[in-house]
T-cell receptor
Framework: AQSVTQLGSHVSVSEGALVLLRCNYS??????LFWYVQYPNQGLQLLLK??????LVKGINDFEAEFKKSETSFHLTKPSAHMSDAAEYFC???????????FGGGTRVLVKP | DVKVTQSSRYLVKRTGEKVFLECVQD?????MFWYRQDPGLGLRLIYF???????EKGDIPEGYSVSREKKERFSLILESASTNQTSMYLC???????????????FGPGTRLTVT
């Protein structure tokens, strides 16, 4: 069975500072990995995805994530936080041949001016 | 753009009522999903449908049923609503997964259901 752990349910960063959101997964087979963002009162929107090509994946709004197989991690970063980055972020994993996603518990990001 | 719509953004129902949540997608996707979202628990899969009239239980199907009579529409049914079903419900759709291609899921805006 797959599982996803997001360290920290809440993260507070200053505007302009680095954003780092941690995601670790467990999977018996090489997975596909996703980061989604949910802005207030909206559904989830895809930020980026890892699909066994390059291990460093770039997404929208200057976010990127690095797949590290040895650490079973897929941490999300952004060099400089913007006020508009305040949202909840979800890491998810899927088997290569599967249709279903398994989500982490989510990390809510607060950006301070 | 893929569009997934849900029939209501907010819904208030009484305990014991039968509740229908509707989801429609306009991209001819084979797969459709219903999740519930609760603080600290992320999204948990209730039911999944991979074709018309086909369904598969997710992680938390108890107290729910689903219906998929047309490819574009997937309904979630609470036969007898209870207070512990107060939650945010999210619908999603995706193309069928293929080994050499991956497709993300596309989400609707959610329905916040309150059962009193």
């Amino acid at each position: 069975a797959q599982s996803v752990t997001q360290l920290g349910s809440h993260v507070s960063v200053s505007e302009g500072a680095l954003v780092l959101l941690r995601c670790n997964y467990s999977s018996s087979v090489p997975p596909y990995l996703f980061w989604y963002v949910q802005y207030p009162n909206q559904g989830l929107q895809l930020l980026l995805k890892y699909t066994s090509a390059a291990t460093l994946v770039k997404g929208i709004n200057d976010f990127e994530a690095e797949f590290k197989k040895s650490e079973t991690s897929f941490h999300l970063t952004k060099p400089s936080a913007h006020m508009s980055d305040a949202a909840e972020y979800f890491c998810a994993v899927r088997k290569a041949a599967g249709n279903k996603l398994t989500f982490g518990g989510g990390t809510r990001v607060l950006v301070k001016p | 753009d893929v569009k997934v719509t849900q029939s209501s953004r907010y819904l208030v129902k009484r305990t014991g009522e039968k509740v229908f949540l509707e989801c429609v997608q306009d991209m001819d996707h084979e797969n459709m999903f219903w999740y519930r979202q609760d603080p600290g628990l992320g999204l948990r899969l209730i039911y999944f449908s991979y074709d018309v009239k086909m369904k598969e239980k997710g992680d938390i199907p108890e107290g729910y049923s689903v219906s998929r009579e047309k490819k574009e529409r997937f309904s979630l049914i609470l036969e007898s609503a209870s207070t512990n079903q107060t939650s945010m419900y999210l619908c999603a759709s995706s193309p069928r997964a293929l080994m050499r291609r991956t497709h993300e899921q596309y989400f609707g805006p959610g329905t916040r259901l309150t059962v009193t």
